[in-house]
Nanobody, 119 residues
Framework: QVQLVESGGGLVQAGGSLRLSCAASGNIFSINFMGWYRQAPGKERELVAR???????EYADSVRGRFAISRDNDKKEIVMQMNSLKPEDTAIYYC?????????????WGQGTQVTVSS
């Protein structure tokens, strides 16, 4: 069974930094992409950043230049460094991945981790 285990998050003042990690386990044959979504109260879940299979990265306009995502393929792990955090970054952050498992590409989600940025 494939699982995504998240760590990091917490409470920080505006301008501060946090680091989120997401590690995958299970019978994963290949990785299509891994990344992070977030959902703030009363808003829809949105893509924050992700790493694609070839190693390229995508970022939401709102975080580009402040967040940096990286991947360790051997560990099936991603890390997102979040700098210059703003109150509007407050949300639950979810790890999301698409893996080749049992001969099919499948989506997986982590349980979510809270990030709170105080002004």
């Amino acid at each position: 069974q494939v699982q995504l285990v998240e760590s990091g998050g917490g409470l920080v003042q505006a301008g501060g930094s946090l680091r989120l990690s997401c590690a995958a386990s299970g019978n994963i044959f290949s990785i299509n992409f891994m990344g992070w979504y977030r959902q703030a109260p009363g808003k829809e879940r949105e893509l924050v950043a992700r790493v694609l299979s070839a190693g390229s990265t995508e970022y939401a306009d709102s975080v580009r230049g402040r967040f940096a995502i990286s991947r360790d393929n051997d560990k099936k792990e991603i890390v997102m460094q979040m700098n210059s955090l703003k109150p509007e970054d407050t949300a639950i952050y979810y790890c999301h991945a698409n893996f080749l498992v049992d001969f099919a590409w499948r989506d997986y989600w982590g349980q979510g981790t809270q990030v709170t940025v105080s002004s």
